[in-house]
């Protein structure tokens, strides 16, 4: 994609550690873009565990299937990931693609059928050619290594302007392990999940059960909390493994106190990644921190957060750089959750703009638009109810995206 | 506003005939535009019923409270409408202007304050000036006339390119009745209400029951099924007055079958306005109707249907003249409404684009091409569940509509 790298995208890629158990590949199959990298092959040890969390969407594509039936059984040896065709909406092909590549990845990897995780990304409706995954695979298994995590992220991207990746360590027991990310997602991204792909890598000892735990408590804090248009993928797709190869005692429960720093680190990691695919909201040139307080109770919180996540009116005035906070009355009302009109108080940058119910007395614009012109903005609601309260990370809503998704196929 | 008339408008504004009973005048106040009319008054005699619909937001402007609490009364006398300032978000002081205005007319005009509905749309948050309405109410009611429809259409608009209304006619007991419409709204638009103003004026003879039960009925079928934007206003309101000029019987139910032809009508003017709203939606390029059908009741042919055209990803597809209908399904499918994937059947411009879950087999795009390029897009979509239905209307999201909303208070 010919799109310039976001404004918001971080200085610069980061260092990932290899992690203990895990190797990985990538190749150029040539399914729907040219020159580059768009298949990624991630080969586990024996003994891997797996847990994850994919798409409510009712329409969900065929690989998110096979994900989600896998996962049951908490074991994983290969993760192949292909970008430029989601696989989804393909009908029987779409079954027979996902097939196609579990039983050559199988015969390759040495391993067991629901041992292997498939996810798709990219245009809708248009059938998989499976095979070009399938022949490039012999090539990724003798290419695998340790360390190549830069072409990983790069492998996963579509319409990304910058590859996504973050690490952490963390130590259990006081045995270091690590814990490595890579994600992709700028479009049709709202929760439920963000959309997009993210896997997590770590060598620490962990039953599934206590994974599948904590990647579904991080989701919840970290890609639920993203949206870029409100639009939910139909691929989404979050998977973490365990390869287990760290040489603490296994710990069987997420609620283990020895995972107490674990469960920081991997919370921060996965908030990393989430507000990198808000950096990289297609045409996004602000990113933008909603924080919802006086709610209800979290849920309602987080629904009213998202409504003026969402708004188109909220997100072009921050575009233009306008403070026009009666838009955040606005999508505060239409949000369909308890909210007291007159007890309301919005704070920009820092600012008080209004309070129970109205503009502030004396409400001086100027610090405020100096704070719409800056790349990062803030905005905190207090809707006056309750103690409920949410993050939510979002962008602005630019030509840029009507550029990009007007003329997505071409 | 400087933006250019819609390309979906009307080729011209309808010739109105007066309403028996209703007078109007509208005045240049300066509230927010220079050299417009901005303030409408429509006169109503004596025996005046009214019923009406408003927004269900929860940040709700003041003159929406009024025009709840005064439609309880059943009667109305004087309708005062101003453009460029929402009095919404204003607090104590948005209640004062309202009841300042509500005291000048009710003086002027000679009639109780509950006789009295307000309307008030613009910029959210900033406080009205109530004396520029009042100060111009005098020459107002010097000037008011049966015909002056277009200027009444113009006083309201804000955003609006292009000033809306409709007639009808229809027979009570023999007895020839008008039903004029005015309207306006084209951003800040979805259902309950659509951001909207719309009065309707009729000379039938109807008990405030039968106009309630008539106006609810009808916006259902209408302004609800609406979205540019998926932003509900603060403001929303749609009223009905029935002078009870003509000469049939007195008609105090809205299902007595005296009321078949006028029902018919109502609701008929009602989708044109609603229509019109559409056409007017910011930036639109495209006329965008959307046929769901399959689904598991009405409601939840609604809801996706809604979700199909609030998508940014499906109106910037159409905006582009891109046949993505991979963005349907991914909106079918984050509905949250029952949807058979599988069963799932796609029509675009009355070609078969994908049924059984997955494109028609020899799909050929070409004749979908052709329909994507016209002014007039229809998009039908069966989701295999059951026999709920639903039409709703909208526009594409286009760089105008940016343009519009990124600047809109400078």
């Known amino acids: 994609m010919a799109h310039p790298i976001s404004p918001l995208a971080p200085p610069t890629f980061p260092t990932l550690p290899p992690v203990k158990g895990v190797r990985l590949a990538s190749a150029a199959a040539g399914i729907r873009y040219k020159d580059r990298v768009d298949v990624l092959v991630a080969e586990m040890v024996q003994g891997t565990t797996v847990g994850g969390v994919v798409t409510k969407s009712l329409t969900a594509a065929a690989p998110v299937d096979l994900c989600k039936a896998n996962m049951k059984g908490g074991k994983a040896r290969v993760l192949v990931v292909n970008a430029g065709n989601a696989n989804a909406f393909t009908g029987q092909k779409g079954i027979s693609a996902v097939e196609a590549t579990v039983s050559a990845a199988a015969r390759i990897f040495n391993c067991k059928r629901n041992e292997v995780f498939v996810s798709s990304t990219g245009t809708i409706g248009v059938p998989l050619p499976a095979e070009k995954i399938t022949d490039v695979m012999p090539a990724i298994n003798a290419a695998l290594k340790e360390d190549d995590w830069t072409n990983a992220a790069k492998a996963i991207m579509t319409t990304d302007t910058f590859a996504k990746a973050a690490t952490r360590t963390a130590t259990i027991d006081g045995v270091p392990v690590t814990i490595n990310g890579i994600c992709k997602g700028s479009g049709m991204v709202a929760p439920d999940m963000a959309t997009m792909l993210a896997y997590v890598f770590t060598d620490a000892a962990l039953e599934a059960g206590a994974v599948q735990t904590l990647i579904t408590a991080g989701a919840n804090k970290s890609f639920n909390c993203v949206t870029v ?89 921050i575009a233009g750089e306008d403070a026009n906070w009666g838009r955040i009355v606005m999508a505060v009302g239409k949000a369909g959750e308890k909210a007291n009109r007159d007890r309301l108080a919005i704070t920009i940058g820092g600012v008080q703009v209004a309070l129970a119910g109205e503009a502030v007395p004396g409400y001086d614009e100027t610090p405020v638009t100096a704070h719409m012109k800056g790349k990062e903005i803030l905005i905190e609601v207090d809707v006056g109810i309750g103690r409920g309260a949410a993050i939510v990370w979002t962008c602005d809503l630019t030509h840029g995206y009507i550029d990009i998704n007007g003329s997505y196929r071409t």
Request: hydrophobic share 45%.
């Open 229 to 317: 248009d409100g639009d939910t993928s139909t691929s989404d797709t979050l998977l973490m493994f365990a390869t287990c190869q760290a040489k603490h005692r296994f710990v069987s429960s997420a609620v283990d106190p020895r995972l107490t720093e674990f469960r920081a680190k991997l919370d921060d990691l996965l908030i990393d990644l989430a507000k990198q695919v808000a950096r990289d909201g297609e045409g996004a040139t602000k990113f933008v921190e909603i924080r919802l307080t006086g709610a209800d109770n979290d849920i309602a919180a987080r629904r009213i957060a998202m409504s003026i996540a969402n708004s188109p009116l909220v997100k072009t005035a």
